[in-house]
Every structure is written in structure tokens, then in C-alpha cells.
């Protein structure tokens, strides 16, 4: 990553401002909200642009190897930045600090002035036991999505324990936000303009387990279908334990709560599913696709898949190639095992070889890609509902098309899933955050392409 200015004589830095580069998924993004928040209550004013800011945020991934080889490269532009004039201040924080030695990363890159790992619990240990990281959410936010769409965290944190996840050494135990909170809080968004909310947590359906004896997202989502004036509810992060009847009807009902469920399930074989400590099996897994395809109208599931897991063979690797051709799902991604420090698999001797691993990615890819594409070639001549996010702009020249517009629709969350390109009659526009109908006319991989039928 090389993030570069256009060449000036004399850089000038605006005093008491600050910017924020927020990696890795929306829960982080959350993360990088609070802490826009606290700078703004110390009187520094939020630039979206780094170029000559004061200070710059870097919120950090940790969840992968690759994700921290990411975070570093970032770094280093920060401090050619700072060293050209750009900036005056580098501030490293998330994921990344909290999982790694924050003497041994200030030691690799002296030129960083403050290093912080989640909610600013600063730590020194290859590891953050669980037990330790008990504080409350932060509370205020500064928004950094459009302003129509806003995530809701709902709990922080993973009491799962796969075997390859290394987020509970990183985020502690799972602690759900209590109802009430949760409710102020997606009421002020809605208040604020919002009218999207990605409900999201390292695992959704577990919510208030902790806080009430029971998982208790049912009632949450009931609880949010009331808001007025908020149009659409997206679940993210949803474990496949804990569905039930209940559940199911909230989706099948068609009212806020979309007809799209984001439900990562990682393998098909049972033996993996038991090494990875996922605590659910094949036959329980398709009992509940089915009932999920049976009962919810025009559903769309998204899913997570990891390829290479240690011990897996090439008829386990197949035995996921056949239930994902099965249950064709319309969204998914495919992740390569990735051996993290602090966690029982990357102890597992049985590896598969880095060969192998690539093939069985790139064809578990190719299998996952023609679903989805399938998925867009029947949305052609339909008219779809589209959520407009905002114009189109060219990623060459930065220029904004007047006429072109990108949107979403139910089965796209932000930024993780396909889009829709929306043209518009000369003259016309359509507002960020209004719905409009469009006709679909023709598909770009997995992308839609159409135009206003208002």
C-alpha cells in the first residue's frame, strides 16, 4: 500500500486536525468512529483526507498475518508522509497492537507517536487474556459511513474458541450491549438520517446470552422494526447455532429485517468442523439451509469458507466443493487457512502444503463466483428495488459522473458484496439513501447494470 500526494513546494499542515485509515471489517470501523468521537471532543477537527492533516489514526486489523502485513504497509507510507511534511502525528491502534508486543513494534518503527491496542488498553504481552479486557463500549461516534447506512455493534468480543481464531485472544470474552442501549443508540442513527442498519458482532446470534440467560436476537430485531422512519435491517455474523423458529419467522415476514442472512460456516467435513471446534455439523448445517431456503422468500445467504485447514484431504476438500454446489450460495468468501500465533491450529502438525492450498482456493473461488454471478444473469429485465449509496466516480480521474449512480440492493451489504450501476435520464438524479426502481439490463461479473424506471 503507497498512499502519495501530488507534489507540493511547501506542505501545509492544519493545526488541531486529524484523519482516520480504518482497516479490516465494520466491526473495526466501529472502533474508528469512537475514537473520531474522542478526538472531536478534544477539540481537533475530523478531515476525510489525510493530505496535510495534523494527526493520522491508523485503526489496524490483526485478525490475519496478512491483515498485519497490510496494516504494516500502511505504516510505512504514514511515516514517508511524515517525513515529506504531510502529516505531523502517526497514531497506531486496534487489532494489530493488541495481539502483537507494542515495545517490539515501537522498536520496528520509532517514528510512530502513540501505539494503542482496542479501547486503548495498551498491553505488552503476545496475548491479552480474555478475563482482562472487560470495559464498556464507548459510547459516541463520529459517523465515517454514508449517511444513510450505519453498522450496530451489539456485543464485542468471542466466547467460541474455533481453533483457528485468534479474536478471542484479541478481543476478550463475548458482552452484548444491553437492550436498552442498543435501542438509544440505533434511534439516534435513525434520527441522524440513517436508514440502513447492518446489525453486526463476532457473532450475532448470540446476543444477550450473557446479559439474560438466553441468546435474545429475536427480540432485539422486534425491538428495531419499530423504529420509524428506518427502512431496511441487515444481519451479519449470524452462527448457525443458535437459529430457531422464531428467528426464521422474523426473516420470513418480510417486514425491515431483509430476506438476507450472512451465516459463516467455514467447512462441510465433519472431521474439520470438529477440529476447528465449530460445534456444529454438516447434518445440522443442511437441516438449517433448508429450512432457511423453504421458509424465507427470495432469500439471498452469504458465507464464509476456509480452504487448507490442517488434515484436510482431498476428499474433505471436495466434500466442501459438492455442498457449495449444493446450496449455491449467492455470497461468499474464500479464505486460505492462515496458521495464527496464540492459537491451537497453528499447532496441528498435518498442514497442507502451500501448493495445494492455492489450488484448492482458486477452485472453491471459481465454484462460489459462478453462484453468484448466476444469481445476477436472473436479475436481468427484472425491476429491483436499488438503494442509491451515491455517484459514480471515476477511480482514474476522480471525476464524478452526473449521471451515474451506485446502489445496493437487499442482497448487497456494504462493501462486501457486489454493487448496482444506476444510470439516469439527462437531467436526472437520485438522492443518496432514496430508493429507486430500476430496470436490470445487463450484468458485469456479479455487478448489476441498469437505469431508473421513475
Not at 476522480?398 to 462486501?416: K, M, Q, S
Amino acid at each position: 500500500m503507497q498512499l502519495t500526494f501530488p507534489h507540493k513546494e511547501m506542505p501545509f499542515i492544519k493545526p488541531d486536525t486529524f484523519s482516520i485509515l480504518s482497516l479490516g471489517c465494520p466491526k473495526n470501523l466501529v472502533d474508528s468512529e469512537h475514537y473520531a468521537a474522542d478526538f472531536s471532543a478534544l477539540g481537533k477537527t475530523f478531515q476525510p483526507d489525510i493530505d496535510d492533516c495534523e494527526t493520522v489514526i491508523l485503526n489496524t486489523c490483526g485478525f490475519l498475518q496478512s491483515a498485519r502485513d497490510e496494516a504494516r504497509d500502511y505504516i510505512r507510507s504514514l511515516i514517508q508522509l511524515k517525513r515529506e511534511g504531510h502529516i505531523s502525528r502517526i497514531v497506531v491502534r486496534g487489532c494489530m497492537p493488541q495481539y502483537e508486543v507494542i515495545s517490539k513494534l515501537a522498536a520496528e518503527f520509532p517514528e510512530i507517536d502513540e501505539w494503542s491496542g482496542v479501547r486503548e488498553m495498551e498491553n505488552d504481552t503476545n496475548v491479552i487474556p480474555a478475563e482482562s479486557i472487560s470495559s464498556p463500549l464507548p459510547a459516541a461516534r463520529h459517523r465515517l459511513t454514508e449517511k444513510h447506512v450505519a453498522y450496530l455493534r451489539i456485543a464485542d468480543g468471542c466466547d467460541r474458541r474455533c481453533t483457528f481464531c485468534a479474536i478471542p485472544n484479541i478481543r476478550g470474552r463475548f458482552r452484548s450491549e444491553p437492550l436498552e442501549k442498543l435501542l438509544d443508540e440505533a434511534a439516534q442513527l435513525v434520527d441522524g438520517g440513517v436508514k440502513e442498519i447492518v446489525v453486526i458482532a463476532q457473532e450475532t446470534t448470540f446476543w444477550g446470552n450473557d446479559l439474560y440467560g438466553k441468546p435474545q436476537l429475536p427480540a432485539l430485531l422486534r425491538k428495531l422494526e419499530e423504529i420509524d422512519s428506518l427502512r431496511w435491517i441487515r444481519v451479519m455474523y449470524a452462527y448457525p447455532q443458535y437459529f430457531d423458529d422464531e428467528l426464521i419467522d422474523l426473516f420470513a415476514a418480510k417486514r425491515k429485517l431483509l430476506p438476507y442472512i450472512d451465516i459463516p460456516l467455514q467447512h462441510a467435513d465433519n472431521d474439520i468442523l470438529r477440529r476447528m471446534n465449530r460445534r456444529v455439523t454438516l447434518e445440522e448445517t443442511e437441516l438449517l439451509l433448508g429450512e432457511l431456503r423453504e421458509r424465507i422468500e427470495n432469500l439471498v445467504l452469504r458465507t464464509s469458507l476456509i480452504v487448507g485447514f490442517p488434515g484436510e484431504t482431498d476428499e474433505m476438500f471436495s466434500e466442501l466443493v459438492r455442498f457449495t454446489e449444493r446450496w449455491k450460495f449467492e455470497r461468499a468468501g474464500v479464505f486460505q487457512f492462515s496458521p495464527e500465533k496464540g492459537t491451537p491450529a497453528a499447532q496441528f502438525s498435518d498442514k497442507v502444503s502451500a501448493p495445494i492450498l492455492q489450488r484448492r482456493f482458486d477452485k472453491l473461488y471459481r465454484v462460489c463466483e459462478r453462484y453468484s454471478t448466476a444469481w445476477a444473469a436472473k436479475q436481468k429485465g427484472r425491476i429491483i428495488n436499488v438503494q442509491i449509496d451515491g455517484n459514480y466516480i471515476d477511480k482514474e480521474t476522480g471525476r464524478t459522473e452526473p449521471n451515474l449512480f451506485i446502489g445496493r440492493t437487499y442482497a448487497d451489504a456494504p462493501d462486501v458484496d457486489p454493487v448496482v450501476y444506476v444510470t439516469v435520464q439527462e437531467g436526472g438524479t437520485c438522492a443518496a439513501g432514496s430508493i429507486v426502481p430500476c430496470e436490470i439490463l445487463e450484468t458485469e461479473g456479479c455487478d448489476l447494470v441498469g437505469i431508473t424506471t421513475q
